[in-house]
């Protein structure tokens, strides 16, 4: 379940399912997108295979996570397993050892 608990008057409730909440302002929630097909990335399949065409091999040691490496560099990918955990700070890592690959938009 996406958004974010808050706490006021005592009561706590969840906001926003499915987005992000800031103070003093409503933030969309985020998406990965492939720049070269323009492509949302909607599962861990579509992402896997631009990874794999990009040189990234995927590692099998932590069953808890799905991690991926350059042999050619020193960057480790590491994602929940499950796609609903999939977050932005998730996406921006991969776009930072990425780049003019992949960019997170809004929604």
Not at 1 to 10: D, E, P, T
Not at 48 to 71: A, C, I, M, N
């Amino acid at each position: 379940m996406s958004g974010v608990w808050v706490f006021k008057n005592g009561v706590i409730r969840l906001e926003n399912p499915g987005y992000c909440h800031v103070v003093g302002s409503t933030s969309r929630r985020k998406v990965l997108v492939h720049v070269p097909s323009n492509e949302v990335i909607t599962c861990y399949a579509s992402l896997e295979r631009k990874l794999y065409s990009l040189g990234w091999e995927r590692y099998y040691d932590d069953p808890q996570l799905l991690q991926y490496h350059k042999r050619s560099t020193v960057h480790l990918i590491s994602l929940p397993v499950d796609f609903s955990r999939f977050k932005s700070m998730h996406m921006y890592d991969i776009v930072v050892k990425n780049r003019n690959e992949f960019e997170v938009s809004d929604v």
